[in-house]
């Protein structure tokens, strides 16, 4: 996703308000797993440009994820709405400031490549698990159902370890 910004150089400290909306460029991959976007990226923004031909980009950033469930493996739409915020930097152009702990991203002409800014920011707000609900119970270990709708396997949790114990207290009887 790509953003103009000729008209943002050519007034520094003023502001520029900008809606993007369009289809990410790939899917993403997370833990292994492939993410595919199930509603196009909605970007708002605010641009401002600063010293030294650099431009700071602040917004919000709408979409949704298709996903499994951690548990119980059924999918799940995860919709993301996040803060995304960055610097950018006209290429050739140094940092102003050095001691900055982010330095931001180059840029060259009049456009800012938004992709890895914006991946950036889902990255940082996805959780550690998809869960379809709270309360979701997973698999069953034994039968591998699904535990919610309750399984009707028996099953007694025995430690290995005991098993000649059980064995010897059958024998006695």
């Given amino acids: 996703m790509q953003v103009d910004v000729s008209q943002v150089k050519r007034s520094p400290g003023r502001r520029h308000q900008v809606e993007l909306t369009g289809k990410p460029a790939e899917p ?50 995860y919709p993301v709405v996040t803060e995304i915020e960055g610097k950018f ?3 050739g152009k140094s940092p102003v400031d050095e001691e900055e702990e982010f330095p931001g991203q180059v840029y060259s002409g009049d456009t800012l490549q938004l992709d890895g800014l914006i991946r950036e920011s889902i990255y940082l707000s996805l959780p550690m698990q998809f869960l379809c609900s709270e309360e979701c119970r997973g698999l069953c270990p034994y039968c591998g159902s699904r535990a919610d709708a309750g399984c009707n396997c028996e099953h007694e949790q025995v430690d290995p370890r005991f098993e000649v114990l059980k064995k010897l207290l059958k024998d006695k009887n």
Avoid: D, H, M
């Fill in 89 to 91: 930097y006209q290429e």
């Fill in 28 to 77: 993403l991959s997370w833990q292994g797993e492939v993410l595919v976007f199930t509603q196009p990226l909605a970007v708002n923004l605010t641009l401002e440009s600063g010293k030294g031909g650099s431009i700071y980009a602040q917004g919000e950033l709408r979409t949704a994820l298709q996903t499994v469930c951690s548990r119980c493996l059924q999918p799940v739409e």
